[in-house]
């Protein structure tokens, strides 16, 4: 039985201030009585991770990081290792987020270390994949996809997804309010369980893969619904306690 999760991406936004304030809004609004059933993380910048960990032990939300070096440590400026993330308190971090691919050149090899080197601090990767609009408007979706899994096996085998969750965002999704629609994400989360089923269908029943790319309160019920769709990895909306509210009540 997979439980649901909900990951809210903060981006780079917010100040000690806002953030606190998310937090307090989230709490008042009634978060914590969502209880056990649905799995509630915010990866907020790093420069923020101490202060969250103070604000969220004790409550029912875990936190975590939306990058990592693959490297353990040494002469890396202004990297942050897995260690570094697993010593505050984080259970989470993103890798292979389209922006990093897009807007720093991450490509499908340095992702699959940054996947490994999470797991080797004992963090659970969250690994995005995804397509952009012209790679679905030439039909080729799940060859994209398939590479980017495939590239995770050239480091590791499929016992690493016992203790990963994927994010399928297509990147025509993402910010941009034009959300897939729940048939559009089942086909794509449908074939990710079924490629890694082919290698061990147990691991790929108990993974979560999650959706990504405008989920709000008014669509991720319809979305959560999908058969293979295990909660939401949620960008702009993350930052607005109703709207983050709505969609972990969703998930439950
Ligand atoms: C994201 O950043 O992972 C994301 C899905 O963003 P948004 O929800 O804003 O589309």
């Given at each position: 039985m997979r439980k649901p999760l909900v990951a809210g991406n903060w981006k780079m936004n917010g100040l000690q201030d806002t953030n606190?304030?998310?937090?307090?809004?989230?709490?008042?609004?009634?978060?914590?009585?969502?209880?056990?059933p649905v799995e509630i993380v915010v990866c907020p910048p790093f420069i923020y991770l101490a202060y969250i960990k103070h604000l969220l032990e004790g409550s029912n939300m875990k936190w975590g990081a939306q990058n990592v070096s693959h490297h353990s440590a040494g002469a890396y400026t202004g990297e942050i290792s897995p260690y570094m993330l697993a010593d505050l308190g984080c259970h989470f971090v993103i890798v292979g987020h389209s922006e990093r691919r897009t807007l720093y050149g991450e490509t499908n090899g340095i992702v699959a270390k940054k996947?490994?080197?999470?797991?080797?601090?004992?963090?659970?990767?969250?690994?995005?994949?995804?397509?952009?609009?012209?790679e679905r408007e030439e039909g080729i979706t799940e060859r994209i996809v398939k590479e980017q899994l495939d590239d995770i096996f050239l480091h590791t085998d499929i016992h690493a997804f016992n203790k990963a969750v994927i994010a399928y965002e297509p990147i025509w999704a993402i910010g941009t309010g034009h959300t897939a629609t729940p048939d559009q994400a089942q086909e794509v989360h449908g074939f990710i369980r079924n490629y890694l089923s082919e290698q061990d269908p147990e691991i790929a029943e108990e993974l979560r893969i999650l959706y990504g790319g405008s989920v709000k309160g008014d669509n991720a019920a319809e979305l959560f619904a999908m058969?293979?769709?295990d909660g939401g990895l949620v960008g702009g909306a993350s930052l607005e306690a109703k709207d983050f509210l709505t969609i972990c009540q969703a998930a439950s």
């Open positions: 606190h304030h998310l937090l307090e809004l989230l709490k008042k609004e009634g978060i914590e009585n969502i209880g056990e996947f490994v080197a999470a797991q080797q601090a004992n963090l659970t990767p969250i690994l995005c994949v995804g397509e952009s609009l012209r058969p293979d769709i």
